[in-house]
């Protein structure tokens, strides 16, 4: 299983979801991947938030290495799932798709915790609150983890 995280600027939201996946892959030996990616290129080539950065290194994840990057099209190629953060970023990767197939990629993450109330992450960067954006995330992804292993 492929897994793409997707938030606005790659910065906050979906570099905390690629890491708790990962670490979930890690610790589980799954035969997955994850990566992330954001809608805008606003902060391409940046590291995640000092903020994210921080809270997930509290639950002992390492998230510094990773980088922003935009949301392109070859995406649906190269992934089996797209999950967004909320439903922003979700009209904005199905923009890009052009079949049926990249359309059922896309999911929101949240609905993995609470099935079919279409839930959004809340955008932390100028609200804050990152440990509870934290803790909804990583609940989505155990889910998430237990649904398609
Ligand atoms: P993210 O948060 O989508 O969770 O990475 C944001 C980061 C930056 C901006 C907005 C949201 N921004 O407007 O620069």
């Known amino acids: 299983m492929k897994v793409l995280m997707v938030c606005l600027g790659n910065i906050c939201r979906s570099p905390m979801a690629h890491g708790v996946l ?11 991947s994850v990566d992330s990616s954001g809608t805008s290129s606003f902060h391409s ?13 509290k639950n002992g994840i390492d998230i510094s290495k990773q980088r922003s990057r935009l949301f392109v099209k070859s995406d649906f190629n190269d992934f089996d799932l797209i999950l967004a953060m909320d439903s922003s970023n979700y009209q904005n990767i199905l923009k890009l798709a052009t079949s049926d197939e990249d359309r059922n990629k896309v999911k929101l993450l949240l609905n993995y915790a609470y099935p079919g109330e279409n839930r959004a992450v809340p955008d ?9 954006v934290y803790n909804m995330i990583e609940t989505a ?3 998430l983890v237990e649904t398609h292993k």
């Open 22 to 32: 990962q670490k979930e892959i890690d610790n589980q030996s799954l035969n997955w």
């Open 141 to 143: 992804v155990f889910k």
């Open 45 to 57: 080539g940046d590291l995640p938030d000092s903020r994210s950065i921080d809270v997930a290194r």
């Open 124 to 132: 932390p960067y100028y609200e804050g609150g990152f440990q509870s």
